[in-house]
């Protein structure tokens, strides 16, 4: 289990973000998982601001593993968790 924190900013309808969470999963990698989707429109609108800091295109999923990982990239993901 990595030692750094994990933060998945996702879509609850997005398959990619799925993905990627699954991944993270069955890697046993504890991660803070955001639905941007469902929160609500000041929430949204906070978080969205956090998102594009790192991903000024604000696509999901955006992952945040003290590296920004745009969409699902296995290999990004592991080679930045250090598996």
Request: proline share 4%; hydrophobic share 40%.
């Amino acid at each position: 289990m990595s030692t750094k924190k994990i933060v998945l900013y996702a879509l609850s309808t997005c398959p990619a973000c799925k993905k990627t969470a699954k991944l993270l999963e069955d890697m046993g990698e504890e991660f803070d998982k955001i639905y941007v989707d469902i929160l609500d429109s000041g929430e949204q609108w906070l978080i969205s601001k956090e998102v594009k800091k790192h991903n000024p295109d604000n696509t999901y999923p955006t992952l945040v593993i003290s590296e920004v990982i745009v969409g699902f990239d296995a290999v990004r993901i592991k080679e930045a968790i250090g598996k």
